[in-house]
T-cell receptor, first 114, second 110 residues
Framework: GAGVSQTPSNKVTEKGKYVELRCDPI?????LYWYRQSLGQGPEFLIY????????DSGLPNDRFFAVRPEGSVSTLKIQRTERGDSAVYLC????????????FGSGTRLTVV | DAKTTQPPSMDCAEGRAANLPCNHS???????VYWYRQIHSQGPQYIIH???NNETNEMASLIITEDRKSSTLILPHATLRDTAVYYC???????????FGDGTTLTVKP
């Protein structure tokens, strides 16, 4: 596609529920990144994929967070047993390779846990 | 990745050049300088990157000091649409991930 697409754009869920956030990267981009951003702060790295494999998941805060990219294109970020502190904008980005290319970001999914 | 330091906010008059500084005094020889910006309610947008030579593209110019310990992003003729948070990042070319700080909020005023 023309850009990175994230769905849904907004998600409200109850504390303790499970959520999935989807990212469609630019076609042909092999690297995919997930970040989350709290109000007034810069994006915080969560995980990045090179192809189908997670090359660096050091930013995932705990084992409630998990991400997959089974076919090397679309990725899903999964959050179990959501907590109010998980409320943030979740950003996805892709780049042609994991080398020095600049990232193209999506518009994000705003997750609110009530 | 080396840490960067940016002023939290800056103002610029419309039509004038906006010069955004970034300090990266601990940068390593194989780390590049990248700039992104984020307009309210949107994802960050890549602007430019460089290693040691000055770079220019259709959006901006990047000036890196000879010792590479600091850099300046220049928007030559700022418009109201350039109001955004600007992030300076340093990363190794093959590192994959980028670490964002809190950036500089640039406000362009009429």
């Amino acid at each position: 596609g023309a850009g990175v697409s994230q769905t849904p754009s907004n998600k409200v869920t109850e504390k303790g529920k499970y959520v999935e956030l989807r990212c469609d990267p630019i076609s042909g981009h092999t690297a995919l990144y997930w970040y989350r951003q709290s109000l007034g702060q810069g994006p915080e790295f969560l995980i990045y994929f090179q192809g189908t494999g997670a090359a660096d998941d050091s930013g995932l805060p705990n084992d409630r967070f998990f991400a997959v990219r089974p076919e090397g294109s679309v990725s899903t970020l999964k959050i179990q047993r959501t907590e109010r502190g998980d409320s943030a904008v979740y950003l996805c980005a892709s780049s042609l390779t994991s080398g020095g290319d600049g990232y193209t970001f999506g518009s994000g999914t705003r997750l609110t846990v009530v | 990745d080396a840490k960067t330091t940016q002023p939290p906010s800056m103002d610029c008059a419309e039509g004038r050049a906006a010069n955004l500084p970034c300090n990266h005094s601990t940068i390593s020889g194989n780390e590049y300088v990248y700039w992104y910006r984020q307009i309210h309610s949107q994802g960050p947008q890549y602007i430019i990157h460089g290693l040691k030579n000055n770079e220019t593209n259709e959006m901006a110019s990047l000036i890196i000091t000879e010792d590479r310990k600091s850099s300046t992003l220049i928007l030559p003729h700022a418009t109201l649409r350039d109001t955004a948070v600007y992030y300076c990042i340093v990363r190794v070319w093959s590192a994959g991930k980028s670490t964002f700080g809190d950036g500089t909020t640039l406000t362009v005023k009429p």
